[in-house]
């Protein structure tokens, strides 16, 4: 490459920055901040926080500035995100109030015809917890988790919203509690018993009954294990992110068995870890490490993705994530993981 070309790079990009400068300067921050400071302040009415063993009492609610940091950072990133990706963002909105909208809908309806409040309680809330900051962590990791679920931990945050909403929708849903930043949906699941996108966990009741509260030390129930089994799920969403249903996800509802034992691992690691609770599961062998995803695959994934929204837009984008994103489900199909992605 010329002398020539490089100048002209470097010219390129530094037009694309005083554009993107002038884009995110002209933005209507106040309106942007005041909706979002206004869902994490109204959902701290309609989060419902159980602990996770009886040993240790759930907090209601994080502190007032801690909710206050986190929906003047989440304006922030949307901020950016909508200037660098407009139609990606309000795709994400869209569908998130959309399901909401079915979910209070509905739940009105119910209401109507059988006096029971549930399904619209439920639909509400579910949308709460996507701005849960978990009053259990510490202030700073409380955040970071917050933010991880809604950038980090995409698009599954947002599949698990909408899932869940729509299964409330038509009476599935009997019970939303949260939980050490865990939205936990209980009812008679159809398909699956148990499932987790990003921190939504959706387990069925059908061979246990509904259980308002949570002992994950107990082991001789059929629930405790079956939601400390897709925690473990939510674990490998926390540590991969955007290649959570490509690496984990999708071998996961082929049955692929080591998906299984990972999530396993993790579960039981972090509950002994952190709570001293003995492991439930046997699935592992001694000295077993977590499954991770490899550092190139997430180089690969965001360089396609910049050089494809650069040639081709927002369906150059679509198509390049897919593209990878099904390669990677492919290479993770196997009885062992891939190594590299």
Not at 90 to 117: A, D, R
Not at 136 to 155: D, T
Not at 254 to 263: L, M, S
């Amino acid at each position: 490459m010329s002398i020539i070309s490089f100048v002209d790079v470097f010219d390129e990009a530094g037009l694309w920055l005083l554009l993107f400068r002038n884009e995110f300067v002209v933005l209507p921050w106040i309106s942007i901040v005041i909706v979002t400071t206004g869902f994490f302040v109204l959902s701290r009415f309609f989060v419902k926080p159980v602990a996770l063993t009886g040993n240790e009492p759930a907090k209601r609610q994080a502190h007032v500035s801690v909710t206050i940091v986190s929906a003047l950072l989440l304006s922030l990133f949307g901020g950016i995100f909508y200037v660098l990706l407009p139609e990606i963002v309000i795709g994400f909105l869209f569908i998130y109030l959309v399901t909401l909208l079915l979910g209070l809908l509905s739940g009105l309806i119910y209401f109507l015809i059988s006096k029971s409040n549930a399904t619209l309680k439920n639909s509400i809330f579910l949308f709460a917890g996507n701005f849960y900051v978990d009053a259990n962590e510490k202030p700073l990791l409380a955040v970071w988790h917050m933010l991880s679920r809604q950038i980090w931990e995409q698009p599954q945050t947002l599949i698990g919203n909408a899932l869940g909403q729509i299964l409330n929708s038509f009476g599935f849903i009997s019970e939303v509690v949260h939980c050490s930043g865990i939205t936990l949906l209980q009812g008679k699941m159809p398909l699956a018993n148990g499932v987790a996108f990003g921190s939504f966990i959706m387990v069925t009741t059908r061979y246990s009954g509904m259980n308002t509260g949570i002992e994950l030390s107990d082991q001789n129930s059929y629930l405790m294990v079956l939601i400390r089994h897709e925690m473990g799920h939510n674990f490998q969403s926390k540590s991969s992110g955007p290649l959570y249903l490509y690496k984990y996800g999708i071998p996961s509802a082929i049955n692929q068995a080591w998906t299984e034992q990972d999530a396993e691992f993790r579960s039981d690691r972090f509950l002994l870890a952190n709570y001293g609770i003995t492991p439930v599961f046997k699935s592992y062998p001694k000295g077993y490490k977590a499954v991770k995803s490899g550092v190139l695959a997430y180089f690969v994934l965001f360089a396609i993705i910049l050089y494809a929204t650069l040639w081709g837009g927002i369906i150059g984008l679509t198509g390049a994530y897919l593209l990878f994103s099904g390669i990677v489900a492919l290479l993770n199909l196997g009885k062992r993981p891939s190594l590299v992605f």
